[in-house]
Nanobody, 121 residues
Framework: QVQVLESGGGLVQEGGSLRLSCTAS????????MGWFRQAPGKEREFVAA?????NRRYADAVKGRFTISRDNAKAYLQMNSLKPDDTGVYYC?????????????????WGQGTQVTVSS
């Protein structure tokens, strides 16, 4: 059974930074893509960033240049800089069905419970 767990959310002022972390146990972590999605109140879940097993990365246009996704042998990270109120939402980490990134939610088969990020203006 794969378990995905996020941490690192919180409340930050506009322009600030946060770093989210994610662990996924139950499969060989290094051989699967990892992705971050977010859901704002009243909106659908949306893709934020993803990283393949070989460190290929993809970002949503809304976060490009501000967010950085990375990974090591045990965790995935999302460094979020220059945060804006529009970045507020629940951030979900997910493990891919295979080794390469995808922006589609169906490409991920294990999800965490989410961590709240709130950016105040």
């Amino acid at each position: 059974q794969v378990q995905v767990l996020e941490s690192g959310g919180g409340l930050v002022q506009e322009g600030g930074s946060l770093r989210l972390s994610c662990t996924a146990s139950g499969r060989t972590f290094s051989t699967y893509a990892m992705g971050w999605f977010r859901q704002a109140p009243g909106k659908e879940r949306e893709f934020v960033a993803a990283i393949s097993w070989n460190d290929n990365r993809r970002y949503a246009d809304a976060v490009k240049g501000r967010f950085t996704i990375s990974r090591d042998n045990a965790k995935a990270y999302l460094q979020m800089n220059s945060l804006k109120p529009d970045d507020t939402g629940v951030y979900y980490c997910a493990q891919g069905r295979g080794p390469n990134w995808t922006i589609a939610a169906w490409g991920y088969d294990y999800w965490g419970q989410g961590t709240q990020v709130t950016v105040s203006s």
